[in-house]
């Protein structure tokens, strides 16, 4: 059984960067893309990027200048940090499977539970 | 970016109903169209993917049309488990965007 696990701080203060990792059990890293994904009251639902382990990577051109992802295959994570971080960017982030094509015609078959970023002094 | 608005924002409704969500794109996305099911405090699930597959699980009740810029998502007859928020996604090119939701609430 597929299972995604996100874990990082739940407290960033302004200007500084968010860091989240994902942990994949059930499925190889290798094989799959992987989306980071958040959601907001303000934004609704919002594709942030997404990454594959030999470093191939697609961001959102909103927050691309921001957005760094990489892959760890020995632990079988994914991660995402997001720098100078505002209130704007206090969100639930989930972290996601590509399925489909990969990195077109996609869809998230797979998610995290989400986790709650405040962005607060 | 491609976006996409769905209708209404919320709807109430009794079970049995049956009930319809549109979601039109800015813009033709030929079939490249995913829907999500999301209940309280939980992420969203996969329901119906770009080839209109219902995902494992997802009964048939679940129905699924349109091409180019509009799109529905019917329930033939709405079940107790049902009551959620749904949202569309586009993938025919990133960034991938969704719809705002559409609160399915019970009346």
């Known amino acids: ?121 | 970016d491609i976006q996409m608005t769905q209708s209404p924002s919320s709807l109430s409704a009794s079970v049995g109903d049956r009930v319809t969500i549109t979601c039109r794109a800015s813009q033709r996305i030929d079939s490249h169209l995913n829907w999500y099911q999301q209940k309280p405090g939980k992420a969203p699930r996969l329901l119906i993917d770009t080839a209109f597959s219902l995902q494992g699980g997802v009964p048939s009740r679940f129905i699924v049309s349109g091409s180019g810029t509009y799109f529905t998502l019917t329930i033939s007859s709405l079940q107790p488990e049902d009551f959620a928020t749904y949202y569309c996604q586009q993938s025919y090119s990133t960034p991938w965007t969704f719809g705002q939701g559409t609160e399915v609430e019970i009346k």
């Open chain 1, 1 to 121: 059984q597929v299972q995604l696990q996100e874990s990082g701080p739940g407290l960033v203060k302004p200007s500084e960067t968010l860091s989240l990792s994902c942990t994949v059990s059930g499925a190889s890293i290798t094989t799959y893309y992987w989306s980071w994904i958040r959601q907001s009251p303000g934004k609704g639902l919002e594709w942030i990027g997404y990454v594959y382990f030999r470093g191939n990577t697609n961001y959102n051109p909103s927050l691309k200048s921001r957005v760094t992802m990489s892959v760890d295959t020995s632990k079988s994570q994914f991660s995402l940090r997001l720098s100078s971080v505002t209130a704007a960017d206090t969100a639930v982030y989930y972290c996601a499977r590509n399925s489909g094509g990969g990195t077109y015609y996609v869809e998230f078959d797979y998610w995290g539970r989400g986790t709650l970023v405040t962005v607060s002094s």
